[in-house]
């Protein structure tokens, strides 16, 4: 199970590879955005979650979230997300999510998937392997 730095981590990874210079890299320890990068002029904001808590003194660590974790965790990434988009308001700004690949993550995907799309926000699965995808 991918904890919250691992998977920016591996969405880093991912950005450099496509030509994107990653400008901030936070951990879960640190406040603020997750990931912000920029290629060509145009930068991409994201909030990462994980699929398992990242502390390793936490209960939760090494047990996958529950489905309403899930949700919740979502809900505040969708949250933080309008928030930034209505202060920015800026059209050279990509913002996204980036999620576990697992059930859980893509159903609560799937079930608001039609306001992501109204809202253009970019939506990136990251695997066990460290293998990135993005919904389309």
């Given amino acids: 199970m991918l904890t919250e730095d691992q998977v920016i981590g591996y969405f880093c990874d991912y950005l450099i590879a496509n030509g994107y210079e990653v400008r901030q890299a936070l951990s879960t320890k640190e406040k603020g955005i997750d990931v912000i990068a920029e290629k060509d002029g145009m930068n991409i904001k ?9 502390l390793t003194i936490s209960n939760r660590y090494g047990i996958e979230f529950s489905k309403n974790q899930v949700r919740n965790h979502v809900s505040v990434g969708l949250s933080m997300i309008s928030k930034l988009m ?3 308001n800026d059209h050279n700004i990509d913002y996204a999510f980036v999620l576990p690949d697992n059930n859980n993550h893509i ?5 608001i998937r039609l ?3 109204r809202l253009c926000i970019k939506v990136f699965f990251v695997n066990e392997d460290g293998g990135v995808r993005e919904l389309i």
């Fill in 86 to 88: 209505t202060k920015d």
């Fill in 115 to 117: 306001v992501i799309r």
């Fill in 107 to 111: 159903n609560e995907i799937e079930s």
């Fill in 46 to 54: 994201a909030e990462a979650k994980g699929a398992t808590s990242a």
